[in-house]
């Protein structure tokens, strides 16, 4: 089990650019696949991006060509690139792990959550 602490979250405008960070705690954090998922008020928790542990990564339709995900395995570390940010990229953004090779995209596939940050896009 891996302890997961987001950060990077702000309020942006429309069109702007964040990077969230994800930091695992734990020695085997170089065996787990690791995912991004995004939940807005009143929605349900939705899967954004993901990365095998061997650097595979995937991506929900909604962000292609918008958001990149990285691992900085020697830190402990995964990333979720924001680049052209527009209002309904508004929600909480959680990192998520799971002790497989391979990450999938539905919540009840991870084993260890992160607290969540805030992503705020404004018009």
């Known amino acids: 089990q891996v302890q997961l602490v987001e950060s990077g979250g702000g309020l942006v405008q429309v069109g702007g650019s964040l990077r969230l960070s994800c930091a695992a705690s734990g020695r085997t954090f170089s065996t787990y696949s690791m995912g991004w998922f995004r939940q807005a008020p009143g929605k349900e928790r939705e899967f954004v991006a993901a990365?095998?542990?061997?650097?595979?990564?995937y991506f929900a339709d909604f962000v292609k060509g918008r958001f990149t995900i990285s691992r900085d395995n020697a830190k402990n570390t995964v990333y979720l690139q924001m680049d052209g940010l527009k209002p309904e990229d508004t929600a909480v953004y959680y990192c998520?792990?799971?002790?497989?090779?391979?990450?999938?995209?539905?919540?009840?596939?991870?084993?260890?959550w992160g607290q969540g940050t805030q992503v705020t896009v404004s018009s």
């Open positions: 990365i095998s542990w061997s650097g595979t990564t």
């Open positions: 998520a792990g799971r002790t497989t090779a391979v990450p999938v995209s539905f919540t009840t596939g991870y084993t260890d």
